[in-house]
C-alpha cells in the first residue's frame, strides 16, 4: 500500500517549456488535490477534484490545468512555465471533500523553472 | 475562509511538554480545527482534529475552548524527531483548507 506517489521527484525547465506532474492514490479515496509550497510558506491550494470526472480551481489556479484521469490518478500541467512557478508541488487525497476528512500527502515534486 | 495565527517558531527540550497555540478569531461554525505535522522535504501528516472541548490520540493532544477562537496543540514529553513544521487549519471541507506560514519547533538535546 504506497499511499500517494509522484513523479518526478525533481525537475528542472527552462522558461516556456511545458510538463505533466503525475500523482497517484491507491486508497480509493474519491478526492484529491494539488498544492504549491513557496519556501518559507505553508501550502496553497491549486486544483481539486472532488470526485472523479470533476475538477475545481483552488486558491492559486492560474498558469496550471489539470486531468483526473481516473479514480487513481490526477495529473498537474505547466503548459507554458515561468519563474514563478518554481515550486514544491504536493498532491494529496481525502475520501472525500467532507467535514472532517483526513488528506494524506505525497512526497512531493520540486520543480525549477530558469 | 478563517484565517490562523500560530508563532513563528518554538524551542524545547527533549522530555518536556510543548503546547503550540493556534488563534481562529473568525471561525465558522461548520469549521473543523486540523493539525499537521510536516518533516522537511516531506508532505504534510495529519497529527489530529477536533471540533470542541478535548481530543487525545498516541501523538497528541488539542485543547479547545468553548468559544472556539484557538487551540492548543500538545505534545507531551518531546523528542529530536519532533523537529517539525506544525500547522493549524480550520475548514468546514478539503477544498478550503487553509495552511498558514505554521510553527516552526526545534527540540534540542
Known amino acids: 500500500n504506497a499511499g500517494v506517489t509522484q513523479t518526478p521527484k525533481f525537475q528542472v525547465l527552462k522558461t516556456g517549456q511545458s510538463m505533466t506532474l503525475q500523482c497517484a492514490q491507491d486508497?480509493?479515496?474519491?478526492?484529491m488535490y494539488w498544492y504549491r509550497q513557496d519556501p518559507g510558506m505553508g501550502l496553497r491550494l491549486i486544483y481539486y477534484?472532488?470526485?472523479?470526472?470533476?475538477?475545481d480551481k483552488g486558491e492559486v489556479p492560474n498558469g496550471y490545468n489539470v486531468s483526473r484521469l481516473n479514480k487513481r490518478e490526477f495529473s498537474l500541467r505547466l503548459e507554458s512555465a515561468a519563474p514563478s512557478q518554481t515550486s514544491v508541488y504536493f498532491c494529496?487525497?481525502?475520501?472525500?471533500?467532507?467535514?472532517?476528512?483526513?488528506?494524506?500527502f505525497g512526497p512531493g515534486t520540486r520543480l525549477l523553472v530558469l | 475562509l478563517a484565517k490562523t495565527t500560530q508563532p513563528i517558531s518554538m524551542d524545547s527540550y527533549e522530555g518536556q511538554e510543548v503546547n503550540i497555540t493556534c488563534s481562529h478569531n473568525?471561525?465558522?461554525?461548520?469549521?473543523?480545527i486540523t493539525w499537521y505535522q510536516q518533516f522537511p522535504s516531506q508532505g504534510p501528516r495529519f497529527i489530529i482534529q477536533?471540533?470542541?472541548t478535548k481530543v487525545t490520540n498516541e501523538v497528541a493532544s488539542l485543547f479547545i475552548p468553548a468559544d472556539r477562537k484557538s487551540s492548543t496543540l500538545s505534545l507531551p514529553r518531546v523528542s529530536l524527531s519532533d523537529t517539525a513544521v506544525y500547522y493549524c487549519?480550520?475548514?468546514?471541507?478539503?477544498?478550503?483548507?487553509?495552511f498558514g506560514a505554521g510553527t516552526i519547533l526545534r527540540v534540542k538535546s
Open positions: 494529496a487525497s481525502s475520501p472525500t471533500v467532507n467535514l472532517g476528512e483526513t488528506q494524506y
Open positions: 486508497m480509493n479515496h474519491n478526492s
Open positions: 477534484s472532488a470526485s472523479e470526472g470533476t475538477t
Open positions: 473568525n471561525i465558522a461554525t461548520n469549521d473543523y
Open positions: 477536533g471540533y470542541k
Open positions: 487549519l480550520v475548514g468546514e471541507n478539503g477544498n478550503k483548507l487553509v
